[in-house]
């Protein structure tokens, strides 16, 4: 296993165990903290690893911050409404 893979392994269980505790903020400073630490691990997955095992650690990392996505598919096609 390449040291991508384990950054990467190592930011999903550090994001599990962010979740479980409980946040007044609705975990919203963690989510910000995990996507800045996240997209260069992805990133260094899809160059070390290749396509597929980058999609499936995108694919990971988006089931655990799914309202993160949620918000930014609703802002993308926001976007895309308001220019048509």
Not at 21 to 44: M, T
Not at 56 to 79: D, H, K, T
Request: proline content about 6%; hydrophobic content about 60%.
């Amino acid at each position: 296993m390449t040291p991508s893979l384990f950054a990467a392994l190592g930011w999903l269980v550090l994001a599990n165990v962010t979740g479980m505790f409980p946040s007044k903020h609705k975990h919203w400073p963690q989510a910000y903290a995990l996507i800045a630490i996240g997209l260069p691990i992805l990133a260094w997955v899809f160059w070390e690893n290749g396509l597929w095992f980058g999609l499936l650690v995108l694919f990971a990392a988006s089931s655990v911050l799914r309202w993160p996505v949620r918000y930014l598919f609703r802002w993308m096609r926001r976007m895309a409404g308001g220019q048509a």
